[in-house]
């Protein structure tokens, strides 16, 4: 939940980065490759096919989370479903958050909608039990995919927070103080990246397109000015979600100067 202070200036906050990059990666080898990179925090997928998987969640994620803290990296959230054992394995392992989206059926928005906040009231129970919340992220394409949209679907469901990304939030095109104060209530987690749309002959004829910080439609430099002052005492986390290249190793060293971009932008 968002701080209630108001601030003129606030320490740096714990920078995280989303691991899906590395997903494959044992935990040894990725806590030394993103304490590296200048992190001190992250975000695990578990999902199939990463190092940890839904069916292994339980048994693995704790240590993993151990190895990670033993490297100097906190584990903020896991990517994943928000079952029960996902829930379990996170308050074994001492992870207060799983990140999740609000897709949409063919049946469309409304009906869509209407069952997604049918299936969340039977998530709350857990949310309780074992003291992990579960974040919204607004996605475009077949997702709710807008700050409101979600802040109304999570409106009365206790231990839901709102997960803002700074790449989604600016190809809807709005004004990122405004969803940011929108969602301060709610705010549990601040995505960064940035992307913008390019040409495809295909329909819809424009595809958006993940890249730097410096690259794209998101303005790091408003959105991190605008927490620092409002006393945004929480972790960021950098996606590290680049269209290109497609090679960990190439990703890494965007995050690394992505990193050092929004340092600089919280200091300025």
């Not at 309780?128 to 709710?144: A, I, N, S």
């Not at 945004?232 to 990193?259: F, H, I, M, N």
Request: a negative charge; glycine letters at 10%.
């Amino acid at each position: 939940m968002a701080p209630h202070a108001d601030h003129d200036h606030s320490p740096e906050p714990l920078w995280a980065v989303f691991s899906k990059p590395w997903a494959a990666e044992a935990p040894g080898p990725l806590g030394e490759r993103l304490a590296g990179l200048g992190f001190g925090g992250a975000e695990v997928p578990v999902r199939p096919g990463a190092y940890v998987d839904p069916d292994s969640a339980g048994r693995l994620l704790p240590g993993f989370v151990r190895t990670l803290a033993d490297r100097g990296v906190t584990v903020i959230s896991v990517a994943a479903d928000a079952t029960e054992p996902v829930f379990a394995a996170c308050a074994e392992a001492g992870v207060p958050l799983i990140r999740i989206m609000a897709p949409l059926g063919d049946d469309g928005y409304r009906a869509s909608t209407e069952r997604l906040r049918r299936e969340w009231a039977t998530l709350q129970p857990l949310t309780e039990r074992y003291g992990v919340r579960v974040g919204v992220q607004p996605h475009r394409g077949r997702f709710v995919e807008s700050t409101l949209g979600v802040l109304q679907l999570i409106d009365d469901l206790a231990g839901f927070d709102l997960v803002w990304d700074a790449g989604n939030d600016a190809l809807t095109g709005v004004d990122p103080v405004t969803t940011l104060d929108l969602a301060w209530p709610r705010l549990g987690l601040v995505n960064l990246k940035s992307g913008h749309y390019r040409p495809d002959p295909a329909p819809p004829r424009y595809r958006h397109w993940w890249g730097p910080a410096d690259s794209g439609m998101a303005d790091w430099g408003r959105i991190l000015g605008h927490l620092r002052d409002r006393g945004w005492d929480q972790p960021v986390c950098l996606t590290a979600e680049y269209s290109e290249p497609s090679d960990p190793d190439g990703k890494a060293e965007l995050a690394r100067a992505d990193l050092v971009t929004a340092r600089g932008h919280w200091n300025a």
